[in-house]
Structures are given as C-alpha cells and as structure tokens.
C-alpha cells in the first residue's frame, strides 16, 4: 500500500556533501513524521535527524549543525542535506515515515524505506 523510494546516497570523501531523498506513494491519507535513521553492520539502528508536520526537527548530537533535514508535504518527500561528512558518517541511512491511509484513517502506521548507503573516505 505505501512504498518509500530512497535516493542520493554514495561515496564521497571527507568534507565533502550528500543530498538524501526519500518519497512515499500510495493510499496516503497524512503524513506526520518523517525521518532519517542509520546502521552500522552488527550495531543498533540510530536515529539521525526527524521533522514533524510542524516542521520542528530534532538532530542526533553527532549531525547537529553538519545535516539539515526539511521536506516538501507537497510531494511526500523527505530531504537529509549531510555537509562536512566525515568517516565516521559511513553507515547505511534508512527513511521513515509515519502516516495514515485512506480506509484507516485513525491508526497511525510506520514505514521503512530499503536503505541507501553513504561511504565516506578519509
């Protein structure tokens, strides 16, 4: 019913700059929360970067003032702008969008996208 398209990941070398999108279709009622998440091969998924349907937005302390996330409700597309990469920003980076369909429009639902990896070299 929902899928969620990811692009802009790569391979860039420190300092350098990404651009992560990530678009939901389907049966769409409303969004509210979209976010950006990354995992490490054999460690927990962590939260990166999140913005509500109020726009407010929250950073992990790691990304705060190197990534800004915003989205465009027009197109159901989330946008993670990563800037001074580094290293240690090396990870697989996974969208997430919290929704309501139509048919089902009183439970919010969560959904993953498939990933995009982010490479970065010293």
């Known amino acids: 019913q929902v899928q969620l398209v990811e692009s802009g990941g790569g391979l860039v070398q420190a300092g350098g700059s990404l651009r992560l999108s990530c678009t939901a279709s389907?049966?769409?009622?409303?969004?509210?929360?979209m976010g950006w998440y990354r995992q490490a091969p054999g460690k927990q998924r962590e939260l990166v970067a999140v913005?509500?349907?109020?726009?407010?937005?929250s950073y992990a302390d790691s990304v705060k003032g190197r990534f800004t996330i915003s989205r465009d409700n027009a197109k159901n597309t989330v946008y993670l702008q990563m800037n001074s990469l580094k290293p240690e920003d090396t990870d697989l980076y996974y969208c997430?969008?919290?929704?309501?369909?139509?048919?089902?429009?009183?439970?919010?639902?969560?959904?993953w996208g498939q990933g995009t990896q982010v490479t970065v070299s010293s």
């Open positions: 913005i509500i349907s109020d726009d407010s937005t």
């Open positions: 389907g049966s769409i009622f409303r969004i509210n929360g």
């Open positions: 997430n969008v919290e929704l309501r369909l139509f048919g089902d429009l009183w439970r919010w639902r969560t959904y």
